[in-house]
């Protein structure tokens, strides 16, 4: 206990935790001596409040060219299962938004083969016009790597093309665990985490504010797990641009990633914990009820996190590899998880703007 003592000192102080004391919360820290210290921590940067929002999740198709080990949501072109959304299809599913009391679209999907860089426009062209005060959150890092290949056009060039059309901010998937040997193992054919660093600096250049993820619980090590977040310290250092970060807990089920279970309660728990106390640049960690479930995202609270995510509505990723959370939330469900916490439930924007308006259900 002597050497806890000593790191929530030196955080409680204000001081950077290296990768060492980190790794050592991790294999040594007294479980709840960890969650109190972090909700300490959340507390003196956020005070009482929890955010959520009120989103809806877009997933255009399933049908990608990568084959990540630990995605049951991809399929090949052909394959049973497979699906792709034309924009009326999309533009159709989500007209009752504003009735709903939707704030956000958050759009995420498989590379297709055959789809031009154009659909993709034209699909937030469309969403924009329909929907015009509802912020679009759209495509991960790997997505705008691929439709730089797709249009022949530079990054910077992608992203103007896009914010053009509606684009806002960037959601943090694609992530996983930069460690090139994990990534060789798990999703051989996505970009480097190098890669994922530099088009998320791009793009905070170009003033898109993005999320950063991590996906944990597969074959990475712990101290895979601080060398990730290490890198998205630094690259938050240098461009202040992450808005959250959003630990995501692997499932195995119809995945080629063999392993007995799901990450335990307590590592999700732990692994919140530890990255509110590392990332000291990083104003929000995010508990993903999706892949945490609901009653451990609200156990996150006591342990560092300070943001519930959203409604969700037809969570299709997750689920495909066996979650057994519901596809999407009500507004009133997270708010009684939140207040049951002792917390008090704040609906924000997608930049973390508190908004005002009547609960809608
Ligand atoms: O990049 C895929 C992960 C991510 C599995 O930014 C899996 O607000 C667990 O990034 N088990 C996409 N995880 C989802 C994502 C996300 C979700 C919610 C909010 C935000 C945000 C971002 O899902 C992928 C991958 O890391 N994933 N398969 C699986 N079997
Ligand atoms: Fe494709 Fe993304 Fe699944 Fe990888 S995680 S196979 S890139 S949809």
């Given at each position: 206990?002597?050497?806890?003592?000593?790191?929530?000192?030196?955080?409680?102080?204000?001081?950077?935790?290296?990768?060492?004391?980190?790794?050592?919360?991790?294999?040594?820290?007294?479980?709840?001596?960890?969650?109190?210290?972090?909700?300490?921590?959340?507390?003196?940067?956020?005070?009482?409040?929890?955010?959520?929002?009120?989103?809806?999740?877009?997933?255009?198709?399933?049908?990608?060219?990568?084959?990540?080990?630990?995605?049951?949501?991809?399929?090949?072109?052909?394959?049973?299962?497979?699906?792709?959304?034309?924009?009326?299809?999309?533009?159709?599913?989500?007209?009752?938004?504003?009735?709903?009391?939707?704030?956000?679209?958050?759009?995420?999907?498989?590379?297709?083969?055959?789809?031009?860089?154009?659909?993709?426009?034209?699909?937030?062209?469309?969403?924009?016009?329909?929907?015009?005060?509802?912020?679009?959150?759209?495509?991960?890092?790997?997505?705008?790597?691929?439709?730089?290949?797709?249009?022949?056009?530079?990054?910077?060039?992608?992203?103007?093309?896009?914010?053009?059309?509606?684009?806002?901010?960037?959601?943090?998937?694609?992530?996983?665990i930069?460690?090139?040997?994990?990534?060789?193992?798990?999703?051989?054919?996505?970009?480097?985490?190098?890669?994922?660093?530099?088009?998320?600096?791009?793009?905070?250049?170009?003033?898109?504010?993005?999320?950063?993820?991590m996906?944990y619980?597969?074959?990475e090590?712990f101290a895979d797990r601080l060398?990730h977040m290490?890198?998205?310290?630094?690259?938050?250092?240098?461009?202040?641009?992450?808005?959250?970060?959003?630990?995501?807990?692997?499932?195995?089920?119809?995945?080629?990633?063999?392993?007995?279970?799901?990450?335990?309660?307590?590592?999700?728990?732990?692994t919140?914990?530890?990255?509110?106390?590392?990332?000291?640049?990083?104003?929000?960690?995010?508990?993903?009820?999706?892949?945490?479930?609901?009653?451990?995202?609200?156990?996150?609270?006591?342990?560092?996190?300070?943001?519930?995510?959203?409604?969700?509505?037809?969570?299709?990723?997750?689920?495909?590899?066996?979650?057994?959370?519901?596809?999407?939330?009500?507004?009133?469900?997270?708010?009684?998880?939140?207040?049951?916490?002792?917390?008090?439930?704040?609906?924000?924007?997608?930049?973390?703007?508190?908004?005002?308006?009547?609960?809608?259900?």
């Amino acid at each position: 206990m002597k050497k806890f003592n000593e790191i929530a000192e030196k955080r409680r102080a204000g001081v950077r935790l290296t990768s060492a004391e980190a790794l050592y919360l991790y294999e040594e820290g007294d479980f709840f001596a960890l969650g109190k210290l972090a909700a300490e921590i959340n507390q003196k940067i956020n005070g009482e409040t929890v955010y959520y929002n009120i989103n809806r999740h877009i997933n255009p198709t399933n049908i990608c060219v990568n084959q990540c080990r630990f995605c049951a949501y991809s399929k090949q072109k052909g394959e049973d299962g497979a699906y792709e959304q034309c924009v009326a299809d999309i533009i159709n599913e989500v007209k009752d938004a504003e009735d709903l009391g939707i704030r956000e679209f958050h759009i995420v999907g498989g590379l297709h083969p055959d789809w031009p860089f154009e659909y993709y426009l034209e699909l937030l062209q469309s969403l924009k016009k329909e929907h015009p005060d509802i912020v679009i959150k759209a495509f991960t890092a790997v997505e705008i790597d691929y439709f730089a290949k797709i249009s022949g056009l530079n990054i910077p060039t992608v992203f103007k093309r896009l914010q053009a059309v509606g684009l806002q901010a960037m959601p943090g998937g694609g992530a996983e665990i930069f460690t090139p040997a994990i990534r060789e193992q798990i999703c051989p054919e996505k970009i480097s985490g190098a890669r994922w660093l530099e088009i998320m600096e791009l793009a905070h250049q170009s003033a898109i504010p993005t999320n950063a993820t991590m996906l944990y619980g597969h074959v990475e090590s712990f101290a895979d797990r601080l060398d990730h977040m290490e890198k998205l310290r630094s690259l938050q250092d240098k461009t202040g641009g992450f808005q959250v970060f959003i630990p995501l807990a692997f499932h195995a089920t119809n995945t080629d990633i063999r392993k007995k279970g799901e990450t335990s309660a307590i590592d999700d728990l732990k692994t919140l914990a530890i990255a509110r106390l590392y990332l000291d640049n990083f104003q929000h960690i995010k508990a993903y009820w999706v892949m945490l479930g609901e009653k451990i995202a609200q156990l996150g609270l006591l342990f560092g996190v300070n943001d519930l995510d959203g409604t969700v509505v037809k969570e299709r990723i997750t689920h495909a590899a066996g979650a057994k959370s519901a596809a999407g939330l009500s507004e009133a469900y997270i708010r009684n998880a939140i207040i049951s916490a002792g917390r008090k439930p704040v609906e924000r924007d997608t930049f973390y703007n508190p908004v005002s308006g009547g609960q809608h259900g």
